[in-house]
């Protein structure tokens, strides 16, 4: 624990002027963000007498070892350093909201040559238009599916819609008439984007225009006597109907408005938020956060604001927003919000009619969704706090580990041996500083040596690391490159292994904890605690002790050592399971030197598979962009000199099957796989690794 005076910056040194302000720890972490409209009054509030702090703020000060401060001109610069530097550095110390769920939303893919409708999840794409979002992917599907008897727009996916184009036969909507089949050529691409135009249009509240209008056409087709017609629009004009009674009106004015309410205790609070446009609620979501700092109700609105538009744009900040408390002051945040919209947007409290009761149903829904979390929960942070003192007494630590890092080794009978490193701060997972190891100090199956393996370069790192910033330190630097160079790599990305946890777990009994420590003595490391958990019974290993600690079942610390391990096995068997899956896939184009994923994608949609490619002539191949005559020949040798294949059969039709079949199939056909000290466990850890997880968690 710090002493704030030790860190505190001299008299007059801290501007009068605005700015941002990061706190580090001892590891020249970034632990708080914060921005203020005068310097030196806000950070004077920091180093008052420790008793007078609010319990939150003490323990960061006392948590950090300085403080740092960037000037800027105005608030507003203020304001987007501090959310740009929240985003980078994701601090501990400030509000972080989650999602109490992936809120799902209705997307028109409008950069695509035929745009399609779909449900769509996570990170937001460029070119695409989102509507929502909503509480249940199936309500998306019943606005849609009403939605393409007037805007029959494409609804397939990729492969579909190239299989419908082959065969020149559309999909089952394309003959019920919801959808317009671009596919087989029944309208252009600029009649279907056309529709695609009008449906957005539909879904952001413009319905009056589309429905007079057919209204005048079914009356039009009446007086013509064109009965069928005038029935289909009368149905037409249903759909759309039914389509808005899905979604209420209430704000009579037709308003564009995000409406924000919040609901907190001492200890976390909850935020929802009405998204209204044309007058009705098209989307609904909520978030909340532990406050782990000293934080008012108008902080968090301002929080919530950052992170709800922070990447928005457009008409994507409505003109209205509509708050229980205005951030203090008001001003550096409004302005913000009329810059990302381009137009002016007001910020306000309602305070009568219509907007005012909306406000209290939003209200009502935050509180509810508080109780629900609480209840799931079981006041986590309380648990979480009670789980690592548990392991620290149990382990006889100086202090509750912090961060806790686990290894897990996984392989295939001795084949393609892989190690995880999962990291847990605070008792909750940090996907963005897992790491994946490949064994390449030797073969074969030895899950000791490989634990040693894997310990000994995860430390070297750390120590490499260490002895970069002690010379950088040496080395005479103005305090904004010195900084730099402490927090990131050559390449100018963050270091991977910078920080070290007070509490190292292994994925295994007595000798994979003795050779975890042993690396660390080789490596003269002995601040860092070691310890093990055996699957079998689930019993705690210490070095250089005969007998495990053995925690109670309804203990707190070994129910969180126990997800910490499970979640080190889990990133382990997927990565093992790529790496296999990759090996199993290996063909001739692999062994061509300078043929990468690109040009091998380009061949095989070129010639449409395998076996096409390898009875092609040079002058054939050549004929793929990016693939040079010398570049064919390669090719060519390397499928001659590939020992060829026996044929495979499907033994269910007797059917001799494709090379491309073949490669898909075979990795289902394989033998089961085998993690250190749980055999039989990989059977029950099949869940996959998400895309941005496996690009967070690269091996070193």
């Known amino acids: 624990m710090a002493d704030p005076s030790s860190y505190r910056p001299k008299p007059g040194q801290i501007p009068d002027s605005p700015g941002v302000y990061r706190f580090r720890d001892e590891h020249r972490r970034v632990i708080y963000v914060g921005k203020a409209k005068s310097l030196r009054q806000r950070l004077a509030n920091y180093f008052q007498d420790l008793a007078n702090l609010h319990p939150r703020t003490r323990t960061m000060v006392t948590t950090a070892a300085s403080v740092e401060w960037t000037v800027v001109s ?5 304001l987007q350093l501090e959310y740009s530097w929240i985003k980078e550095y994701d601090p501990r110390f400030n509000v972080k909201y989650r999602d109490d769920k992936s809120y799902p939303y209705l997307a028109v893919t409008m950069n695509e040559e035929f745009p399609r409708v779909q449900v769509m999840r996570g990170q937001k794409k460029k070119g695409v238009r989102y509507f929502g979002p909503y509480t249940h992917a199936w309500a998306i599907r019943d606005t849609v599916d009403l939605l393409l008897r007037v805007f029959p727009v494409r609804t397939c996916s990729a492969g579909v819609f190239k ?15 919801k959808c317009s089949a671009p596919c087989v050529d029944r309208v252009t691409p600029d009649e279907h984007h056309e529709l695609a135009d009008e449906f957005c249009d539909f879904m952001a509240g413009r319905t009056g225009t589309y429905i ?11 007086e013509e006597m064109e009965y069928e017609r005038a029935g289909r629009l009368r149905d037409d004009i249903e759909a759309l109907k039914k389509a808005m009674e899905k979604s209420a009106v209430v704000l009579a004015d037709a308003t564009d408005a995000d409406l924000i309410a919040l609901a907190e205790d001492e200890l976390e609070a ?3 938020i009405f998204h209204v446009r044309g007058g009705r609620v098209r989307g609904q979501r909520g978030w909340v956060t532990d406050k782990v700092e000293a934080v008012t109700s108008g902080d968090l609105v301002e929080h919530a604001l950052q992170q709800l538009y922070g990447e928005e744009s457009g008409d994507a900040v409505p003109k ?7 951030p203090e002051p008001v001003e550096p945040i409004q302005a913000w919000l009329t810059e990302r919209r381009g137009s002016i947007v007001s910020l306000r409290i309602p305070q009568r009619g219509d907007k005012k009761a909306l406000m209290e149903t939003v209200h009502r829904n935050a509180q509810q969704a508080l109780v629900l979390h609480k209840t799931r929960r079981a006041s986590d942070l309380t648990t979480r706090s009670r789980a690592l003192e548990e392991i620290a007494e149990a382990l006889d630590l100086g202090s509750a580990p912090l961060r806790i890092e686990c290894y897990d080794i996984s392989h295939l009978q001795g084949d393609d041996v892989v190690a995880s490193m999962v990291v847990f701060e605070d008792g909750l997972a940090r996907k963005s500083e897992y790491r994946r190891f490949q064994i390449k100090g030797f073969e ?3 899950d000791v040596r490989s ?6 370069r995860r430390f070297k790192r750390y120590l490499a690391a260490q002895e970069k910033s002690a010379d950088w330190s040496d080395a005479e630097l103005d305090d904004e490159t010195e900084q730099e160079m402490r927090l990131t790599e050559d390449d100018g990305r963050p270091k991977k292994f910078a920080y070290p946890p007070q509490l190292v777990v292994v994925d295994g009994g007595q000798p994979q904890v003795a050779a975890a420590k042993r690396a660390l003595d080789e490596l003269g490391i002995d601040d860092i605690a070691v310890c093990g958990l055996a699957k079998r019974l689930e019993e705690v290993w210490v070095p250089d002790e005969d007998d495990p600690v053995v925690l109670p079942r309804t203990s707190e610390g070994l129910y969180l050592l126990q997800r910490v391990r499970d979640e080190a096995h889990r990133f382990a068997i997927t990565y093992q399971r790529t790496k296999r899956a990759k090996r199993f896939r290996a063909g001739p184009l692999d062994d061509v030197p300078g043929l990468g994923d690109a040009r091998k994608q380009a061949l095989i949609k070129h010639f449409g598979s395998v076996k096409r490619l390898r009875s092609a002539t040079i002058d054939q191949i050549c004929e793929v962009p990016g693939i040079g005559r010398k570049t064919a020949e390669t090719i060519v040798i390397a499928f001659a000199q590939a020992a060829p294949a026996a044929p495979a059969v499907n033994t269910a039709t007797g059917e001799i099957m494709e090379d491309d079949d073949r490669i898909a199939d075979r990795p289902d056909d394989r033998p089961e796989d085998h993690t250190t000290d749980h055999a039989t466990h990989a059977r029950t850890t099949e869940e ?13």
Request: aromatic share 2%.
């Open 74 to 78: 105005t608030e507003v610069e203020a």
């Open 163 to 177: 299989n419908a184009a082959r065969t020149g036969r559309p999909c089952l909507l394309g003959y019920i008439g």
């Open 212 to 222: 007079r209008r057919l209204e005048k056409e079914m009356q039009a087709a009446a």
């Open 270 to 272: 909850a935020v929802q």
């Open 320 to 326: 209205e927003v509509l708050v229980p408390a205005l």
């Open 444 to 446: 074969g199956q030895d």
């Open 451 to 456: 634990m040693h393996e894997v310990i000994t």
């Open 688 to 700: 996959p690794v998400g895309a941005s997880e496996e690009r967070r968690g690269q091996e070193p």
